[in-house]
């Protein structure tokens, strides 16, 4: 499981503060909050980009306060996508086992594998500047998806994207759930996607983790409206 302990990270112009979560391995945990709450600050904290943090955060007994950023097994897809304008969606996908000095096949079978699932085979060889933004989304996911990270750290994934394709998005993230059985945070302040698509659902404010929730049969009952008051 990924538990997050007390954890507080204080920056010269916000802070998180006396976090803890926990969210069972494999499951899908949705941090709701405003814009400005701390969620991408916290994903990028699971992630390693923030070395002087109080309190701990790990993963199935490990600790990742003195691990590096790349030895903690983790995906991770911005809302801009970070792609590499420069690169075709074959070379963006095959980055990550680029740097791990992976030999010509197995990235050649992994990339394949990847892009198979996500509906892109058809645009390796495209530059990223053709693609649509639901495209580059695909693309940054495969990219984090490349190397089966255990964690998956997801930062409004949808919101760049149009009604139709974030509908979209949210089956294709189903998916990736099922077939690779990552543990997923996803951070958004949209509540519909958050009741589509996670076990577990956490409410930000200011820098705090104001509530966690299991996804419960009564939650979903009252729905959005539940939701709602705890984001007030």
């Known amino acids: 499981m990924l538990k997050i302990h007390n954890f ?25 909050g405003r814009t400005g709450s701390g969620k991408t600050l916290l994903l990028e904290s699971i992630a390693g980009r923030y070395p002087n943090i109080e309190g701990d955060i790990g993963f199935n007994g ?5 691990l590096a950023s790349e030895d903690r097994n983790i995906g991770f897809v911005y809302q801009n996508f970070e792609l590499f304008c420069h690169l075709t969606v074959y070379e963006n996908i095959a980055f990550p086992l ?17 892009a198979d699932l996500l509906g892109i085979s058809h645009l390796l060889m495209h530059t990223i500047h053709h693609l649509s933004g639901g495209e580059k989304q695909r693309v940054a996911l ?21 009604y139709v394709t974030r509908h979209e998005m949210r089956k294709v993230l189903r998916d990736i759930h099922q077939a690779y059985q990552p543990t997923i945070i996803h951070v ?20 705090r983790l104001m509530h966690a929730y299991e996804l419960t049969e009564e939650i979903k009952a009252e729905g959005e409206s539940f939701l709602f008051e705890q984001l007030r």
Do not use: W
Request: hydrophobic share 40%; net charge positive; with cysteine.
């Open 62 to 66: 490990q600790s990742f306060k003195n």
């Open 8 to 32: 507080s990270l204080k920056l010269p112009k916000f802070q998180l503060d006396s976090i803890s979560l926990i969210v069972k391995t494999g499951g899908y945990c949705v941090i709701l």
């Open 98 to 114: 680029k740097m791990r000095r992976e030999s010509s096949s197995i990235t050649k079978k992994s990339v394949t594998e990847i």
């Open 188 to 207: 958004t302040h949209d509540i519909s996607e958050a009741l589509s698509l996670a076990t577990q659902i956490g409410v930000m404010n200011r820098g």
């Open 142 to 162: 495969a990219r984090a998806l490349i190397f089966k990270p255990k964690i998956l750290l997801l930062d409004e994934p949808t919101s760049a994207l149009d």
